[in-house]
Nanobody
Framework: QVQLVESGGELVQPGGSLRLSCAVS????????IAWFRQAPGKEREGVSC???????YYSDNVKGRFAISRDNIENTMDLQMNNLQPEDSAIYFC???????????WGQGTQVLVSS
C-alpha cells in the first residue's frame, strides 16, 4: 500500500521560509516523477513544482526563484523548500507521485501553509 505523508506546514510571516516534507512508503521514490501541488480556498488545485526521476525540474512562474523541490532517494522522501513566502502562497500543499505506466497518482493528505502577519 502506497502512502504519502506531508509535514512542515504552519503559520509564517511574509518573507519567511518553510520546508515541507513528504514521507513516501510502498514504492521506491527514485523510480518515479514527483510533484507538489497546492490549493487555496475557493481555487482549483494547481501545480507548483515537479521533478523527473532523471533530475529535471519545473516550477510554476509564481514560485520560480523562491521554491526548490528535492528528493532523498535513500530516505524515500521529497521536500519543497519555500523562501520569501507571500500571502498568496497560503494554501494546502499536497505531494504527488505518478506512476506513468499505469496512470495511477498517489497523493498525500495535505499540509496547511498560512502566510500572514
Amino acid at each position: 500500500q502506497v502512502q504519502l505523508v506531508e509535514s512542515g506546514g504552519e503559520l509564517v510571516q511574509p518573507g519567511g521560509s518553510l520546508r515541507l516534507s513528504c514521507a513516501v512508503s510502498g514504492l521506491t521514490l527514485a523510480n518515479y516523477p514527483i510533484a507538489w501541488f497546492r490549493q487555496a480556498p475557493g481555487k482549483e488545485r494547481e501545480g507548483v513544482s515537479c521533478a523527473s526521476n532523471s533530475g529535471g525540474t519545473y516550477y510554476s512562474d509564481n514560485v520560480k526563484g523562491r521554491f526548490a523541490i528535492s528528493r532523498d532517494n535513500i530516505e524515500n522522501t521529497m521536500d519543497l523548500q519555500m523562501n520569501n513566502l507571500q500571502p498568496e502562497d497560503s494554501a494546502i500543499y499536497f505531494c504527488n507521485v505518478r506512476d506513468s505506466r499505469s496512470g495511477t497518482e498517489y497523493w498525500g493528505q495535505g499540509t496547511q501553509v498560512l502566510v500572514s502577519s
